[in-house]
């Protein structure tokens, strides 16, 4: 038995804005959103099959402390595939982020940047 990715579940302070940039760096979609647990909101952002559901509670959120790598249950990264890596690129400076970490491994090539939120998020092309 196979099980697949389907979502990864990340707090933020504004889930709208927060997807609104995902569609432009991506070419993603808002898939649904609506009421969430516990009186918040969420906003689900990907494409058909796999999605980032983004959300916030009622109260707002608190900071987070340390680095998530020595937290249990941290959140490090979250990578991506990506056709052009190179492409992928020039639309994350155009973004206004900073792209670093580069590395060519076997068997791609990758980099990392923080995004909405100060979220890392990994590009990697396979290609």
């Not at 990340?10 to 979609?29: G, R």
């Not at 492409?87 to 990392?112: I, K, L, N, Q, W």
């Amino acid at each position: 038995m196979t099980a697949t990715l389907e979502h990864v579940n990340l707090t933020v302070s504004d889930p709208e804005a927060f997807a609104e940039k995902l569609c432009e760096l991506f070419d993603w979609k808002i898939r649904w959103k609506g009421p969430a647990i516990a009186e918040g909101f969420s906003v689900h952002v990907g494409g058909p099959e796999t999605y980032l559901a983004v959300y916030s509670g009622p109260n707002g959120i608190a900071e987070p402390g340390g680095s998530s790598y020595a937290t249990r249950g941290g959140l490090n990264h979250v990578g991506f595939v990506v056709d052009d890596l190179d492409a992928m690129e020039e639309r994350v400076r155009a973004a206004g982020f900073t792209p670093r970490s580069h590395a060519d491994y076997e068997p791609g090539r990758r980099f990392y940047f923080d995004g909405p939120e100060g979220v890392e998020f990994e590009l990697v092309s396979y290609a």
